[in-house]
């Protein structure tokens, strides 16, 4: 079965501050997707990114960027500048073509930046 | 604007009563999910549903029941068999089951 490991359970950092959230994903499956949702205090999740396991291309959208590493099976996420909007829970989830064609999320980050 | 409608936001139940979460969309999705989460224990898969009149439990699907004779509605029952109905619940739906989900609001059940 899938499983995603989230062990940064919060993180507090200053304004400004770069961070970086952790994310492992461990499957037998060679194909495989990975996503990052931010759940800010309002509730709903917002879907941020979508990586497939053959692509280990780094990716940036403004200070967000995401570091895919399929040997380590590790797909971490960083924000650049953080600014107090960034506080939310993130989490992270696997989807794989094996087992149940689910999605299995981490049990996510609490972050809080601090102004 | 397209989206899915979970009502109501807040949800009280005495204990031993069933209750129905309301999940709507209008994303022209085939697929939809019902997750609960509860503190630190991040989001857990209760029943999806791929297609109408189709559905499969998931990790935590005891104590719980669903419905898909519509595209566009997916309601959850959850029944008093289900030993902690206390929860934040979450409908999302996706165009297929490897696309991102789209998440409604939540409705945060209370049973006492």
């Known amino acids: 079965a899938q499983k995603v490991t989230q062990a940064q359970t919060e993180i507090s950092v200053v304004e400004k501050e770069d961070v970086t959230l952790d994310c492992v994903y461990e499957t037998r499956d060679t194909t495989y997707y990975l996503f990052w949702y931010k759940q800010p205090p309002s509730g709903e999740l917002v879907f941020l990114i979508r990586?497939?396991?053959?692509?280990?291309q780094n990716e940036i959208s403004g200070r967000y960027s995401w570091n895919f590493q399929k040997s380590t099976s590790s797909f971490n996420f960083t924000i650049t500048a953080s600014q107090v909007v960034d506080s939310a829970v993130y989490f992270c989830a696997g989807w794989d073509s094996g087992g149940y064609q689910k999605v299995t999320f981490g049990t996510g980050t609490k972050l809080q930046v601090i102004p | 604007d397209g989206g899915i409608t979970q009502s109501p936001k807040y949800l009280f139940r005495k204990e031993g009563q069933n209750v129905t979460l309301s999940c709507e969309q209008n994303l022209n999705h085939d697929a939809m999910y019902w997750y609960r989460q509860d503190p630190g224990q991040g989001l857990r898969l209760i029943y999806y549903s791929q297609i109408v009149n189709d559905f499969q439990k998931g990790d935590i699907a005891e104590g719980y029941s669903v419905s898909r004779e519509k595209k566009e509605s997916f309601p959850l029952t959850v029944t008093s068999a289900q030993k902690n109905p206390t929860a934040f619940y979450l409908c999302?739906?996706?165009?297929?089951?490897?696309?991102?989900?789209?998440f409604g609001n939540g409705t945060r059940l209370t049973v006492t």
């Open positions: 999302a739906s996706s165009i297929s089951a490897d696309s991102p989900l789209h």
């Open positions: 990586r497939n396991s053959f692509d280990e």
